[in-house]
């Protein structure tokens, strides 16, 4: 049980354009999602949190413009990278709180070019 | 606030022998919660344990078995008998009813 479903897992995208990920959780309701960005050998950075109906919180130094975060229903939370550039290449994980603790989302790895 | 520390980036341990991933935290909150996670190479956090901070008993997982001192704030993971697929990195981690905070975390590799 819990488990988040995170699409797409890999995907590469001209400068400029945007990229949506949408994390689901599958058999609970996810009342709170949470965004991470990881570079390679690093931890978690945490970018936001995503609440259901609400707007998101972001952590001091996301830019909540670039990174645009949508949780609008119990079951789905996406995060849209807007105008995206190199350096927002990265590997993206979310995360839900369950019952026995925290659920990730299989990541997605973001190549821009 | 809350903080986690794991001060080794790396740890190598050979198969069918214990190691021992060492964690230390900080947090202001009364009721939290102690995890660690497992990121293979398909990079998919897997948790592997969590111990409940009013719970005096260390958490056990089969293989997996955790020090917890809380006084010291010191949340060590034990795996015994290792095997060639707990090599990953390993992040310790600490919450409550909000957000996780993890440590920098250590890659664990276990040679043959």
């Known amino acids: 049980g819990a488990v988040v479903s995170q699409h797409p897992s890999r995907v590469i995208c001209k400068s400029g354009t945007s990229v949506k990920i949408e994390c689901r959780s599958l058999?609970?309701?996810?009342?709170?999602m949470f965004w991470y960005r990881q570079f390679p050998k690093q931890s978690l950075m945490l970018m936001a949190t995503s609440n259901e109906g609400s707007k998101a919180t972001y952590e001091q130094g996301v830019e909540k413009d670039k990174f645009l975060i949508n949780h609008a229903s119990l079951t789905l939370s996406t995060l849209t990278v807007t105008s995206a550039h190199p350096e927002d290449s990265s590997f993206y994980i979310c995360?839900?709180?369950?019952?026995?603790?925290?659920?990730f989302g299989s990541g997605t790895r973001l190549t821009v070019v | 606030a809350q903080t986690v520390t794991q001060s080794q980036p790396e740890m190598s341990v050979q198969e069918a022998e214990t190691v021992t991933l060492s964690c230390t935290y900080d947090?202001?909150?009364?009721?939290?919660?102690l995890f660690w996670y497992k990121q293979p190479p398909s990079r998919q956090m897997i948790l592997v344990i969590r111990?409940?901070?009013?719970?005096?008993q260390n958490a056990t997982e089969n293989r997996f078995s955790v020090n917890f001192q809380k006084a010291a704030k010191s949340f060590s993971l034990k795996i015994s008998d290792s095997q060639l697929g707990d090599t990953a990195m390993y992040f310790c981690?600490?919450?409550?009813?909000?957000?996780?905070?993890f440590g920098k975390g250590i890659t664990l590799s276990v040679r043959p």
């Open positions: 995360s839900a709180r369950a019952a026995y603790g925290y659920t």
């Open positions: 947090t202001s909150e009364s009721n939290y919660y």
């Open positions: 981690s600490t919450g409550a009813n909000s957000k996780l905070t």
């Open positions: 058999d609970f309701q996810a009342t709170t």
């Open positions: 111990q409940e901070a009013y719970k005096q």
